[in-house]
């Protein structure tokens, strides 16, 4: 028995030296740099992902290391000035002295560049040199623009020629306050290209109906204070997402063919004019808004001739978001009855304005019953609820009259919630009176505003 004891008392005592020698660092393959380990090609993706700064400094880590760098997709960003007092300087980007430095050692390919200090001069003639670089010749991304647009003529500074010499190659682009005459879509096309965003760019009608049909792949459009054309029409077989902001309100949108499109997005702040959006064939969208119902131009959806003949109706849209100061209930049941398979609603309080106290047609239920309140819509989300008289209006309404409805959130500033509070908000709501006994109702204290969250996940279609 002590003969056989003996093995596992040695084998115990093996197992204790070994883990004291990995704690020291004596055993050469528990001390291993276990992320020399990863393939190069494994190492240089991290590297391409770094901010510019930091992905030149991996240089100084090893012998291995140093290499890396140079054959890594070189991420680049470019500022051209201080940005202020107290304001702290973005660690991600480089002087413009720098990035040529960066650009002249770095062969390529890059998978992003981002600048938007283009101004005419050496900075311009700058930029032109690094777009027919080498480094610069097969990028992935793109944002680019001027570091200013004039008020009184925006976007009238021309991109620099060789901007889009890596179209074919391009997966995403920004393009912003310039001007983007015609010889700026490539003949090649942008083959790749799935996101495409213009913002305060002048843009004719020639050059819009030449730039969609480059784009074979793209998914999501995003135009913001687009300029240069009184319609833009908007054709494609890809499109899954479009936004379209104009706060100049001088443009219409029409959607003449878009048979893949599943998101149009309006993210307009409460007093803007939108212009007009026309939907002449999209049948598959689904989500759209946020909409204002009490400007009465400001959407225009239509199957064929007359917006307001309700056979053209939007069957197909199942989330609908609207903008509403609280004063405008008729106007939001007169908006719902385009929508008979709703099936989830956001209706989003902003303060009132005097463009709100317009007066619309009373809603009569009896001529204009609304479908979905019948029998689709299962979620009714309020923002920003702080439960003045006119918002408790709105929400009694639908706690009343949506018959299949699941859920209704209110989403506002609120404290510490317990059971007198709770119960008194579901006497001033007439929970007790529900037209939908499966309804359950739920208060949470946040406040996201949402136009800023469509602009930060514009081309998130998962969003």
């Not at 620099?160 to 005459?181: F, G, Q």
């Not at 003449?256 to 997005?265: A, G, I």
């Not at 978001?321 to 405008?328: I, N, P, T, V, W």
């Amino acid at each position: 028995m002590e003969a056989a004891a003996a093995p596992v008392a040695n084998q115990g005592e093996s197992h204790g030296t070994a883990a004291k020698t990995a704690r020291c660092g004596d055993s050469d393959e528990s001390a291993a740099d276990y992320i020399s380990r990863v393939p190069d090609a494994v190492l240089c993706t991290i590297i391409s992902l770094l901010p510019t700064k930091d992905g030149g400094r991996t240089q100084i880590f090893s012998r291995r290391w140093r290499p890396l760098w140079a054959s890594a997709p070189l991420n680049l960003e470019v500022r051209t000035r201080h940005p202020g007092p107290g304001v702290p300087i973005r660690t991600s980007s480089v002087f413009p002295d720098a990035a040529s430095k960066v650009i002249s050692k770095h062969p390529g390919p890059a998978c992003r560049f981002c600048f938007h200090g283009l101004c005419p001069g050496d900075l311009h003639d700058q930029a032109e040199t690094w777009f027919l670089s080498r480094a610069l010749a097969k990028l992935q991304e793109l944002d680019v623009g001027y570091a200013f647009c004039d008020e009184r003529n925006p976007g009238r500074n021309p991109l620099p020629p060789s901007a889009l010499r890596s179209a074919p190659t391009l997966l995403v682009a920004k393009i912003s306050c310039c001007d983007l005459p015609r010889e700026m879509v490539p003949s090649m096309g942008f083959d790749l290209l799935q996101r495409l965003s213009l913002i305060s760019v002048y843009i004719s009608v020639d050059v819009f109906r030449g730039l969609l049909p480059a784009c074979r792949a793209l998914e999501s459009l995003h135009m913001s204070n687009v300029l240069g054309t009184r319609c833009l029409h908007v054709r494609s077989p890809t499109l899954r997402s479009i936004c379209f902001r104009n706060t100049s309100g001088r443009a219409e949108l029409v959607i003449e063919d878009v048979p893949r499109l599943v998101r149009l997005l309006i993210p307009f702040g409460c007093r803007e004019n939108c212009g007009t959006i026309r939907v002449i064939s999209a049948p598959k969208l689904e989500i759209l808004g946020p909409l204002l119902p009490v400007v009465s131009k400001l959407l225009l959806v239509s199957q064929g001739v007359s917006s307001a003949d309700l056979a053209n109706s939007m069957h197909t849209v199942k989330i609908l978001a609207l903008r509403c100061s609280g004063y405008e209930l008729d106007g939001v049941l007169n908006i719902l009855r385009r929508f008979p398979c709703l099936e989830k609603l956001y209706i989003i309080f902003h303060k009132h304005y005097e463009m709100d106290a317009k007066i619309e047609p009373q809603y009569d239920r009896r001529l204009y019953p609304i479908e979905c309140l019948q029998t689709h819509l299962k979620t009714v989300v309020f923002e920003t609820f702080v439960g003045h008289d006119k918002q408790l209006e709105f929400a009694k309404f639908f706690v009343l009259n949506a018959k299949a409805l699941k859920e209704i959130e209110f989403e506002g500033i609120y404290g510490a919630k317990n059971d007198v509070s709770l119960a008194y908000q579901h006497t001033l709501l007439r929970v007790e009176n529900r037209a939908s006994r499966d309804a359950q109702f739920e208060f949470r204290s946040r406040y996201r505003n949402t136009a800023i969250h469509l602009l930060r996940h514009i081309h998130d279609l998962q969003c």
